[in-house]
């Protein structure tokens, strides 16, 4: 049976550019509004497996409406160029798919569509709108299905006469009644003045169309009756703006919509012309044909693969010293529990492919101790992951050289997808599927057969090694080999060691402590409770909005499309009205701790260990700080004294040990001081002042005796919102004063600190000129909205400009202290082991005879981890657990 869908183009387009992150390609051009529509489009025809398709434009701005009302649309901003340029692109694009579209002068999209809904209607033919449109609900019929998209273009709700009914109780054909009353702000529609949806149902529940409410305007009071009467006439016109055309001179048929799937033929060299890489793969498509810079796929390769048993090992032993690239397939996201599914091996010659099993067999012995040989150099994709992955099935790693996974994050740290198959579709290399195309993905994966595992997995090694090359010569254009050999990659090999390591948790003080969490939580419920005169459920946002606004008439800061807003910003600002809001923030935090935290630990602790064992990311963030997960602890709050509890149940795993934390003292501030040379924030660095204090001193021209707190503190506010590029909005919700004062307040500030403000107008400037900025280790980040016309989107790339290098920079200086103090370790033979890294924070655990040494040695080899014009200064404390280290 027929299927027909018809997609209302310049609604989703619009919905999916405002939705979507930014998005260019390599020349600059924007492309995130075509993405989202095209993620949206596979989906549905995924989903729904059409035989007919249609997207449906508008032509032009003028139609038949502007007649009747020359305003019509006209409160719409002027689209923005960064979007209108993606409607080319969009139609070329779906020319290559193989989607038909339509657009008609003078009509718009839902004309058109509501023309072929009726003629569908007529003939008892299925089909279904996509569109983000409440007009378009109007067209809902027994034969049509309104696909209602919401959340950007990511969810669909799909309605009938019957769903319509349910929720607005009203048959399809008062929805223009609806917008008849109500109007249409996007459209420019009128309606009546101070007539809301809530108001507009009412009426329409009463008197059932726009027509009879005004000819019934006797039975209203007040206001109302006076609002409908003098505003009838643009009742009247609301309601025919609103109404759909459905008598289109169409001169196309059904036949014009036939889909057969996507034209493969020259869908992927559309796809590839915009770099939708991933959806190249998603779609297992083939990119040849594609003209101009696009990276044209070369053919795959032959692979002469082969498949290792136990008495094919004595032969892979011979030719291990002519090994040149390995890969090791793993399943699980958690390195620490994965499944080692095999590993390929690659010479010049041949790929080799050994089966876990057989790896583990007493007759791979070599193969093992060649994997154990740090003096071997491999090279691989995710090296670090590898690493652990085999650590805990009992075989040993070393030797990692070079990772094209780390390789690809210098390269490129905003660059999506980092997978072996994204990486090889964006050099142009043989082509490699992705992942989820051989295995499948989340609970229907499955480990092909034998014959089609070990080409695959020949495959990777291929791709690595094409990659290598490339990578190497791009990375020494950059002038990032060092930041490579020197700092990221036996990095991740000490990473490894510490997450192998893992930190000891005294479980039954953490038991004990959850206890006492859960003893607080009872408590402030009944007090919250007493005070309300109810129980109610406290974890719905719906039953608290109605205690705090309806029930104790607190005033409404914040209202959502369900409701009451009572998020964290929200209850803050609540707090000084009632007692109830501090308890109820007491009580999420509190909540917070015992579920993330309490809960959370005691399930990653390993019963082998008795630790936890985090996984650190070195490819996540785009200023090269690290990530923590399985679990996350680099994000224990510590600001509360709650928090600060979970600490200690992180102990020494050896008796007579203890806990010893060292930090940076500000480090990002005094990295500002280098990088923009300000003579005055040196000063402060250089004769060891309080950085806030010194700060308030220069602000507000007063003496060190008469800084008084709320002076420090807004220092203080002003010194981080600087590196982190903060807005005068930003500092006055920070400090609970004006825009204006916060305005004059960071104005005072550049006034004192020239060199900062001239630091950050030459960052912005280089930025526009190069597309990116660097670190002093020259680590960079690209930022391809700088030159923008939108100005949410330049704004937001220049103050990364000016943050990136010096969180960067921070970010490197800490990765280099661990670099340094690993071979300072091993170089005086010290039983020490470095533990974690929590942002500018290193955690070790130290037996009693070495306490002294590592006191002094630390903070010796954190202060000259980078030399800069200022002091770098760490602060080192100690004791029988984490809590008491700080």
Not at 99 to 109: D, M, T
Not at 522 to 527: A, G, I, Q, S, Y
Not at 630 to 658: A, D, M
Request: hydrophobic share 40%; net charge negative; with cysteine.
């Amino acid at each position: 049976m027929d299927k027909l869908i018809l997609i209302d183009g310049n609604n989703i387009i619009y919905r999916a550019f405002f939705a979507m992150p930014p998005l260019t390609n390599a020349s600059g051009q924007q492309t995130n509004a075509v993405y989202g529509f095209t993620t949206m489009l596979l989906r549905v025809i995924e989903e729904h497996k059409p035989t007919h398709m249609m997207v449906a434009f508008d032509a032009g701005k003028e139609t038949f409406r502007h007649a009747d009302y020359q305003d019509y649309k006209g409160g719409r901003q002027k689209t923005p160029p960064e979007l209108s340029g993606q409607f080319p692109l969009l139609k070329e694009l779906l020319k290559g798919l193989g989607v038909p579209q339509f657009e008609i002068g003078g009509y718009e999209a839902d004309d058109i569509i509501g023309t072929i809904t009726r003629q569908a209607d007529e003939a008892g033919r299925k089909v279904m709108v996509v569109s983000g449109d409440k007009d378009m609900l109007q067209l809902a019929s027994e034969h049509t299905t309104i696909a209602m998209v919401r959340k950007g273009v990511t969810d669909i709700e799909y309605y009938g006469p019957e769903q319509i009914k349910e929720r607005y109780d009203l048959t399809p054909e008062q929805i223009i009644d609806l917008k008849g009353l109500m109007g249409d702000a996007s459209d420019n529609i009128p309606g009546v003045p101070g007539v809301g949806e809530k108001t507009a149902l009412k009426l329409l529940h009463e008197f059932g169309s726009v027509e009879a409410v005004i000819s019934r305007t006797d039975e209203l009071k007040g206001k109302m009756k006076e609002k409908i009467e003098e505003h009838a006439d643009s009742a009247i016109l609301s309601k025919k703006l609103a109404t759909i055309f459905r008598e289109v001179p169409l001169e196309q048929s059904l036949d014009d919509m036939a889909f057969a799937g996507l034209n493969e033929e020259t869908a992927g060299p559309a796809l590839a012309k915009l770099e939708f890489k991933s959806l190249i793969e998603r779609l297992n498509l083939s990119t040849s044909g594609i003209s101009g810079d696009a990276a044209e796929a070369k053919p795959e390769a032959k692979i002469d693969v082969a498949i290792v048993g136990t008495k094919e090992l004595a032969g892979v032993a011979d030719i291990l010293e002519h090994v040149t690239m390995l890969h090791v397939e793993t399943h699980g996201d958690n390195p620490h529990h994965a499944e080692v599914i095999g590993i390929a091996l690659a010479t010049a010659e041949r790929q080799y492919y050994i089966p876990f099993d057989v790896l583990k067999s007493e007759e791979a012995e070599p193969v093992r101790a060649w994997l154990a040989d740090s003096e071997i150099q491999k090279r691989g994709y995710d090296l670090h992951r590898i690493d652990l992955a085999l650590h805990w099935q009992g075989i040993a790693f070393a030797g990692a050289a070079f990772d094209v996974h780390l390789a690809a994050y210098l390269l490129d740290p905003t660059e999506s997808n980092q997978s072996l198959s994204g990486l090889a579709s964006k050099y142009g290399l043989a082509y490699l599927q992705a992942d989820e195309d051989v295995f499948g993905k989340g609970a229907k994966y499955k480990v092909p057969e034998l014959e089609k595992l070990s080409e695959y997995m020949a495959r990777k090694c291929l791709a690595v090694t094409e990659l290598v090359p490339v990578q190497e010569k791009e990375l020494a254009a950059n002038e990032m080999l060092p930041l490579f050999h020197d700092l990221e990659m036996p990095l991740s090999r000490i990473l490894a060691d510490m997450e192998k390591q893992g930190i000891a948790v005294n479980a039954e003080a953490l038991k004990e402590l959850g206890r006492e969490f859960e003893g607080q939580i009872d408590k402030l419920v009944k007090e919250i409770y007493e005070i309300a005169g109810t129980e109610f459920n406290l974890n719905s946002p719906k039953q608290l909005g109605e205690i705090l606004f309806v029930k104790l008439e607190l005033p409404v800061i914040k209202k959502t499309k369900t409701g009451y807003s009572t998020d964290a910003e929200v209850l803050e600002k609540l707090a000084p009205y009632h007692d109830i809001v501090r308890l109820i923030l007491q009580y999420r935090t509190l909540a917070k701790l015992q579920s993330t935290y309490v809960e959370g630990l005691l399930k990653e602790i390993s019963a082998q260990t008795g630790k936890v064992h985090t996984y650190y990311r070195q490819t996540i963030a785009a200023t090269g700080r690290l990530s923590s997960q399985y679990p996350n602890l680099q994000n224990i709050p510590i600001r509360l004294e709650e928090g600060r509890k979970l600490r200690k149940v992180f102990v020494p795993s050896e008796p007579g040990w203890s806990i010893l934390a060292a930090d940076y003292s500000q480090i990002e501030l005094r990295v500002l001081a280098h990088i923009s040379d300000d003579e005055r924030l040196k000063e402060a660095f250089v004769q060891d002042m309080d950085i806030h204090t010194k700060t308030a001193m220069d602000v507000f021209g007063v003496g060190v005796d008469e800084v008084d707190s709320n002076m420090r503190r807004s220092a203080k506010a002003v010194n981080f919102g600087i590196v982190y590029g903060i807005s005068d909005y930003g500092l006055s919700q920070n400090l609970n004063i004006t825009r204006k004062e916060a305005a004059a307040f960071i104005d005072q500030y550049f006034e004192v600190f020239q060199g900062v403000r001239r630091y950050m107008d030459v960052i912005v400037k280089q930025a526009k000129q190069d597309g990116y900025v660097k670190t002093l280790l020259e680590r960079r980040r690209y930022l391809p909205e700088i030159n923008a016309s939108n100005f949410n989107l330049r704004s937001f790339a220049e103050r990364t400009a000016m943050n990136t290098p010096i969180q960067g920079t921070a970010a490197d200086i800490i990765k280099l202290a661990m670099v340094h103090m690993d071979k300072a370790l091993h170089e005086r033979q010290l039983k020490s082991r470095m533990l974690l890294q929590v942002h500018d924070e290193l955690v070790f655990e130290v037996p009693e005879d070495e306490l002294e040494v590592m006191k002094e040695l630390v903070p010796e080899v954190m202060s000259h981890a980078l030399k800069l014009s200022v002091p770098l200064k760490s602060e080192v404390s100690y004791g029988e657990n984490w809590y008491e280290a700080k």
